[in-house]
């Protein structure tokens, strides 16, 4: 169900690659009638979840009247009417309803982190607003200086316009200097008539462009962290209360006068929340919810069962090498031994492929046509599949290709599709004696990737990595906030700037193919520039527009040419500046930094030590076991994954592995543990459990 | 003495502006001769000091062996000779010792600020170079790519020249792309070619630009935080290990078994760390210290002692104002009291003077010559003056000018400036009919300045503008260590590429004046724009190129053209750019983000809560007082600090002002103190005193 609302707003929103004005043209029956589809689709989708959940709930919640609202308006039709009969007239018709679109994907349910992105912006927007009447007073203050200063002095720009004469003008020019895209430009008149007048610019950069940009930083990653934390608050919160009524469904009369759970409906209840839980995992976990062998638990050990489930332990089924079952002889042969202890698993064997690795960059950097480097290639290809076959013969190929084992998958992928690349690429060169560019283009990017391993095996970069894969998922979600942000604004921009700028190639007969087809831009900075395809003339071209806006570089260019009407174009950047850079990027960056400093700062709760002594425990007890007798291949598992703590359950044929947590939403909840942990002891509804809570912290 | 130091330092630094490529030409053995009289001095200073504390600890220091060293190479005079022989027989020599000069600022015993920052980047560095690595790593693999994909597609970019053909040329517009210096322009050949090629840029910019950077910030701020707290927590304990000292000499046995000191001894030991704090201040602490009336305080009260003190709290003596006691009958009058709670205090008169004052912004923003415009402007500075005065007959004169009165002091300097500046005007212009432009632009920016008094009126701008003004001092070191660094790069630039580029006047002659003064600019992007007064032939002009470099925007342009040899000149940039903008600019970046954390979070301490507690008893017991008769005076003080909390002492008629931390280092061990204060106590040497302190905490 999830998958197939997701499909059609990705339809819905990929409309606009067919809509005029379109990257491939379709007739607007076509687009109206896929539109009308989508809607109906959302429609049902919205009925059948208003049966599911109470009337008032659905009544309350805004995202409901959000969708309704937007789908009454999209059907309504009046705006495809209006467009429609106004094209068939010939007169310029504009489309707003398409803005709407993507806030479809903000309010559907399962757009939950997006929402709660959204939310966070909303409610850190009245800080962030005060700063800002700041920051343009300070500005304006600046341009009246400025023309104050210069106004008078008929200087003059570059281009012969004269020089800080129209406030307007002022103001503009240095909102795009706190942006530094205009960086010495609009310093060098005043800086060339007086050398002084360069201390108005400094003082300037320094106050807007640092001071202030800092402050929106810091205001904007105070505000994301406070909302983040009460929505982690409330999270936890309703979570220990469900545990509660959970306690009083379960509980039955204890030793004492205290009321327990029992191991087997704890079982149970653990059976039911978490169906492919291993047996092994499910003792570890009840033996440190059970410290004292009681074989019964209290309210306090059993609330703490979500926040077990939450730390990801790695459960890893230790089998015998399939080699060792087909061939024991041959597989465990003096000789075989040999060969896993001296070259797969020490360090020689990983320095000496990473040394393969450069010299293979090397190679990749050399002209690819000569023939000598393309034999070389098919040696390096060799070597990698060695590799890996060696791995594979030492590990036992379901650990190898277990899913947390990001790098053998990496490495596996990566090679198997190079050397299936050059064969395609080979075929098709031997029997036309031509070579497809784009599959040669694909080759060449697989084995420039290949190189990335080497990051791997130095322990450093290996922690930077490991954080930014964390952060992914997140990042994803940016993705998502961008998407619809970018989405309004290329829907916005085509209706006012489509068509003002012409991408004409090179055998274009057009007069003005020198200045992107319009005689306006004759020789500017964009025409000189070859900015031409920077234009609002399709969705791909707008995203890729809006995207170098983001960067800032070059915008007042770009914009002002692109959009040729100057004071429309202006507005629509500064309104793009504010609500994508100084905002959603900012967002972006706080999120970074909170990920590094837990990374780096924060220490393991409570359960997380107890979690892991009792694995230490557990494998110093095995430790002693295996040097009686242990088979090689539980030594091989045990090296296979590195960066983690591993357990050799000798008795259960079981691997443990810890590491960290398993959902962004845990993360975060180990950050604000500290703080609320205490508050929430004062919060608790049962006066008796408040107690035990604060005792434990 | 200190002050006799830093001027000779400043001599020393500022003698750049004399020595070849000079700003203002000295001969050669002037500024020799200034040279060796600041290295006499330096001598001399460090002999005092070597005299003044114990040889081992001297000898201990890195600093003063640093100091040695730099004196012993510069006054050896080898430099100045070779210099100096070269010269007269017409070799370009190279002064590589002006290098060393302003680390002499770093290692003066007064630098303590400067060198805790250079320290603390020192401390981040391994970090750094960590994730600068991946990085480079990162942009290197990419660089592969791009060769691999745009290489042989025969692309040229807007200048004829072959595009991304040369490896270490990629590497190079690669980095210039990660500080968005050439965002548009690089992509735009191989955007042009295919669309698609698009993604491969918007993955380098999302990876290399927006994540690293990110990345960068993160390890700067957390390893600068983390040093900063080590450092705070070291001295927070040298701090209590004194006081506990000083408790040991001043102890006499108490009422108990615990030993105490008497007010007496505490109020000697006050009266001898501060001389001049006064009684009504003195008898607060006291009551603060020794809560239960005993005349006698505990080890740990008197431990408390600085932070006590470090809290700031501002006395002003409350005196009648002078007109009261000239003409008690005028001032007391009932028209004259009307005036006063009419006009003066209350919100009417704030908003009259924000209105005067806007309408003043738009009379500005009009032509000055226009007559009416400026019989307006003297309009205005009468009501202005009139402001000040009503409430100068208001406020005693010496509590309106009282050092934390920022805002008074501010208005009352412009207005006054102001005025003085329109007379010297107006009789320069009466005398000689002409108006001298430097009176004028000092006027003209005096009269913008006086509109900055608007955010004083409205509460929040007040909040974030108090914030900045508090990390002032902060941002002077960054300022000192952005100098040190820039001087450094200044000397090398200047030694390197000076008169390779020229900037001539409008009437010279030079055959190349369009080109900078050389063929090899003819017809580039640099002379084109007018950038060459972007050059390194004198320190000004390198400063302000170093700020554009800082800046990043074009930089490749300036740095390629006013260097016009090319590889030395992209080192020097790289370099640059990652010590100043990756590690100077982001520790900027973090303090300005700590600041704004500490505003907003950090709750106050224990000892702030009860200072304000006992503040506001004793303000409570005044009101009822003052209901009964309060001379009208007390009023007017009482309202006249906004911001701040005020009492009134009526018996000793001085007011009390509770205003945060005094010092930079009071603030930041307030940052962390949560996390201090129980290490402290397991550090702390006396066993029964760690007791205490936990136990209070």
């Known amino acids: 169900m999830q998958m197939i609302v997701y499909v059609f707003i990705f339809v819905d929103l990929a409309l606009a690659l ?35 959940i109470p009337r008032i709930r659905f009544w309350k919640d805004p995202k409901n009247i959000c ?57 850190a927007l009245p800080q962030i607003l005060y700063v800002f009447f700041l920051f343009m007073f300070s500005m304006l203050l600046f341009s009246l200086m400025a023309l104050k200063l210069f106004g008078k002095r008929n200087l003059f720009t570059v281009d012969g316009e004269p020089y800080f004469t129209n406030f307007l003008d002022i103001v503009f020019d240095l909102y795009v200097l706190v942006t530094t895209a205009n960086s010495p430009d609009v310093m060098m ?30 205001v904007v990653y105070n505000n994301y962290k406070k909302h983040l934390k009460e929505e982690v608050r409330q999270l936890v919160k309703s979570k220990r209360q469900k545990m509660l009524r959970a306690f009083a469904v379960l509980q039955q009369p204890g030793s004492g006068e205290e ?38 638990i209290g309210k306090l050990a059993f609330v703490q069962l979500p926040d077990l489930l939450n730390i990801q332990v790695i459960t890893m089924k230790s089998r015998p090498h ?95 599709a190079a050397l299936v690349g050059a064969i395609v690429n080979l075929c098709i060169k031997s029997s036309d004696g031509y070579t497809s560019r784009q599959i040669l283009d694909i080759v060449l990017i697989l084995r420039v990737l290949r190189l990335i391993r ?64 319009t005689p306006l831009l004759r020789g500017t900075t964009f025409a000189k520039n070859n900015y031409c395809k920077n234009n609002f003339n399709n969705v791909v071209s707008s995203f890729i527009l809006l995207l170098e806006l983001t960067v800032v570089n070059q915008w007042h260019d770009i914009l002002s040419a692109s959009a040729v009407s100057h004071v429309s174009a202006r507005l629509f950047f500064v309104f793009f500046h ?30 997380q030590t107890s979690l892991e002594k009792k694995i230490e425990e557990l494998e110093l007890s095995v430790d002693k076991y295996k040097q009686l007798s242990c088979p090689f291949f539980c030594l091989r598992a045990q090296q296979s994954v590195h960066g983690f703590k591993a357990v050799w359950l000798y008795n259960n044929l079981f691997h443990l592995f810890f590491s960290g947590y398993k959902t962004v939403d845990g993360l975060l909840q180990r950050m604000f543990e500290a703080d609320l942990s205490l508050e929430d002891a004062d919060d608790m509804d049962d006066p008796n459990f408040s107690n035990i809570t604060f005792d434990s912290v």
């Open 259 to 296: 009321l327990v759970v029992s191991q087997e409906n704890w079982n149970q209840l653990v059976h039911l929340v978490q169906p492919d839980i291993s047996n092994a995992h499910r003792e570890l976990l009840w033996s440190i919810s059970d410290d004292c062998n009681k074989s019964h």
């Open 67 to 123: 969708i309704i609202v937007i789908i009454l308006v999209r059907l309504s039709l009046i705006d495809i009417i209006i467009y429609g009969s106004l094209k068939s007239t010939g007169y310029n018709a504009v489309r707003w309803s398409r803005v709407l679109r993507p806030l479809l994907l903000v309010n559907v349910t399962e757009g939950r982190q997006l929402r709660r992105a959204f939310r966070s912006i909303r409610n």
């Open 18 to 52: 067919f809509e005029d004005p379109a990257v491939i043209p379709m007739p607007i029956w076509g687009t109206s009638l896929v539109e009308m589809i989508c809607l109906i689709v959302f429609t049902a989708r919205l009925f059948h979840y208003a049966k599911v």
């Open 322 to 416: 399939p080699l060792h079952i087909w061939f024991p002889l041959l597989y465990d042969s003096s000789v075989s031994r040999l060969s896993e202890n001296a070259v797969v698993f020490y360090r020689a064997f990983v320095y000496i492929y990473d040394l393969i690795i450069l010299v293979n960059a090397i190679f990749i950097g050399l002209d690819e046509e000569n023939p000598l480097i393309a034999y070389a290639e098919w040696a390096f290809l060799a070597l990698y599949l060695l590799e890996i076959l060696l791995k594979l013969y030492t590990w036992e190929p379901r650990a190898f290709f277990a899913k947390h084992q990001f790098w053998n998958w990496f490495d596996s992928v990566i090679i198997v």
């Open 454 to 517: 080497v990051v791997d095996s130095i322990k450093r970069f290996r922690t930077i990595i490991n954080t930014l894969i964390k952060i992914g998922p997140t990042i994803l979600t940016f993705g998502q906030l961008i998407l619809v942000v970018y989405y309004i604004f290329a829907m916005v921009g085509m209706e006012l700037f489509k068509e003002k700028v012409k991408y004409l190639e090179a055998d274009s007969t057009d007069p003005y193919k020198d200045s992107c087809g």
């Open 578 to 607: 504010i609500v994508v850079v100084i905002i959603i990027i900012n967002i972006f960056v706080a999120f970074i930094l909170e990920a590094f400093f837990v990374e780096y700062t924060v220490e393991k709760s409570d359960l």
């Open 189 to 218: 008149p005043a800086y060339n008539y007086n050398s002084f007048f360069a201390l108005f610019f400094i003082l300037y950069i320094l106050i807007n462009t640092y001071i202030f940009m800092s402050v929106f930083l810091a």
